[in-house]
């Protein structure tokens, strides 16, 4: 009981020190929140926490240029290794969780023949995921994607549509199973 206890008075603490030097760098973190070792290779002043916001071990947000947005609300839950890779938007509304190696992003490369990926350009479009959603494991969601409110997607799921409210969906591509009721 008493090392339980001291392990999460640890833990508080340095999630505190995370935060205090994340806000130093840039990032906008609004209230309280909860960060493990997170990874952050550029540009922290892209990123907005609302208050409540936690993120786990592993959890990487990658900003492509000075353009891009990704903004995490409010008692929101981001699980281990999953990474938000943004070059105009991604935008996650309160209190949705997501699951452990999951991918989101707003971008793809244009392509064609004898043009190497890495070498054409981004295209993007804002990728949006609502307030109390819920994201399986391993779940990809891609450019443009819009996600309504109260929505579930499946483990495994690779979103390439928008998904509406109060729906769960799942598979790849990720469709509509059933509506949640009540």
């Known amino acids: 009981m008493w090392a339980e206890r001291m392990r999460k008075l640890w833990q508080s603490a340095a999630s505190r020190r995370r935060a205090l030097i994340y ?3 840039g990032m906008r973190i609004d209230g309280r929140v909860w960060l493990a070792a997170i990874e952050w290779p550029l540009r922290p002043s892209c990123i907005i926490l609302a208050n409540g916001a936690a993120l786990d071990r ?5 900003a492509t240029n000075n ?6 609300g409010e008692s929101c839950y981001v699980n281990r290794y999953t990474m938000l890779d943004a070059s105009a938007l991604i ?18 490369h244009v392509f064609g023949p004898g043009a190497a990926p890495g070498e054409t350009p981004l295209v993007s479009k804002p990728t949006k995921i609502g307030q109390r959603c819920w994201l ?7 450019k443009g ?16 549509k928008s998904l509406p409210s109060g729906v769960v969906a799942a598979g ?8 949640i009721t009540s």
């Not at 353009?67 to 995490?72: E, K, L, N, S």
């Open 58 to 62: 592993g959890v990487t947000l990658l």
């Open 136 to 142: 399986g494991a391993h779940v990809s969601v891609l």
């Open 23 to 25: 806000r130093l760098l």
């Open 172 to 179: 790849s591509p990720a469709k509509v199973l059933r509506e």
């Open 91 to 108: 935008e996650i509304g309160a209190q949705t969780m997501i699951g452990p190696f999951c991918y989101i992003t707003d971008h793809d």
């Open 67 to 72: 353009a891009a947005r990704i903004v995490i």
């Open 145 to 160: 994607v819009t996600i309504g409110d109260g929505t579930v997607v499946g483990a495994g799921s690779v979103v390439t």
